[in-house]
């Protein structure tokens, strides 16, 4: 199983960017992803979670109304959509992704990407 994010990198304030996450040896369907970030000297933080199946989303209220989770399911991939960046967006980025719907209710995540490193800074 390996998850792959990509879209990371150097933004200005106010500008956007979209992260993926593609999943392979696994599929999403039948259960759920999500997406974290860990700032430099602070604990990983939630961001959001998507339900696979049904596509609905979770975003946390910190970054809600600027950030989106969507995903395409013939590609088996989940996105993050970053808009109105600001430089305490800046962190490292990871999706995770849950072994079974029951795990993703319950919060658990089994899979985990490799990071990307968003960086928002003029």
């Known amino acids: 199983v390996q998850l792959v994010e990509s879209g990371g990198g150097l933004v200005q304030p106010g500008g956007s960017l979209r992260l993926s996450c593609a999943a392979s040896?696994?599929?999403?369907?039948?259960?759920?992803g999500a997406w974290f970030r860990q700032a430099p000297g602070k604990e990983r933080e939630f961001i959001g979670r998507?339900?696979?199946?049904?596509?609905?989303?979770y975003i946390v209220e910190s970054v809600r109304g600027r950030f989106t989770i969507s995903r395409d399911t013939s590609q088996n991939t989940m996105y993050l959509q970053m808009n109105s960046l600001k430089p305490e967006d800046t962190a490292i980025y990871y999706c995770?992704?849950?072994?079974?719907?029951?795990?993703?209710?319950?919060?658990?995540?089994?899979?985990w990407g490799q990071g990307t490193q968003v960086t928002v800074s003029s």
């Open positions: 995770a992704a849950s072994a079974s719907i029951s795990r993703w209710s319950g919060g658990s995540y089994d899979y």
């Open positions: 040896g696994f599929t999403f369907e039948n259960t759920g």
């Open positions: 998507i339900r696979w199946n049904i596509g609905t989303t």
